[in-house]
């Protein structure tokens, strides 16, 4: 059997004016969103792993932009951008021909459906939820508040706006909407619905059907050392504070809530200026709280060279990728004895 050999990075050429803090493929892996401290967002098409065409720049921000999310394809081609500004930008595709590209906030056919401006400083981070839970999208800011923007049927965009972290957020992540170990203990109730609407459309039904129950349920990382689990409270309507994960010695850059199909264990991934990533496990949802492990180096040290800014999970939340200041990126995975390790065949190097 041949041995598997390292992939091969390709450059994508953005045409961005200053340093590019973000890259992010939509659900289909067929489009290429990223930001830059030049305060713009470019959306390509990517085919084998090629850019096509010029792409789109999208300009609305007044500040570098630190991060973008595409939203499910479900509701149609939607992408969330984060600011130093202290904005949140909601940017849509519309339809070729569709006549909907008027506005002065556009660019081809992407155009600026949502501008969000509640939050008082840098907003670090969006997420938005799986698509079973609706159109939601969580905000990280560095006044230490946390949004939750939700669409509405009549077309308005709820807000929820709490306090998250006393010294600054800096990421949100969230969990899987399948409740853990639901794959294995099929759920049989009737009494269960899962409502969606589809954003900017003039038809947008709400669907009502027998589903696996689902949970709103996301992770945030904040300048406090510290990762927060929260949960909504569907009885008073709010969101509260579920577990809190300590064990960085500093600011905890970025959080990732590995993807699960409803098997009983849950995972999830911090990185932090202390150089250090931290997995975090639940064996079941009954279980007494969440266990640590840090990732341990070739030659047994934790501390990565720089510090660690970026962790992400693959679709099948198997294989974690760590991005480090040194200009690495490692791929991880876990062993059947429970130990994470980086095989020669899953590490890439590349310059960022």
Known sequence: MASASAPQSMPIETAHEDMIHDAQLDYYGKRLATCSSDRSVKVFDVVDGEKQGAGYTLKGHSGPVWQVAWAHPKYGHILASCSYDGKVLIWKEQPQGSGANTSHDAAGNWSKIKEYTAHT??????????????PMVACASSDGKISVLTFQNDGQWNVDFFNGHAVGCTAVSWAPAVLPGSLIVPFTSPTNTATTTNPQSTNANTSTQAAQPTVKRFASAGCDNKVKIWVHRAQTNTWQVEDTLEGHTDWVRDVAWAPNIGLPRSYIATASQDKTVCIWTKDSPKASGWEKQTLALEGGGSKFPDVVWRVSWSTAGNILA??????KVTLWKENLKGVWEFPKRYQVMTTL
């Open 121 to 134: 400083a840098s907003v670090n981070s969006v997420s938005w939820a799986p698509h079973e839970l609706g």
């Open 322 to 327: 760590v991005s480090c200041g040194d200009g």
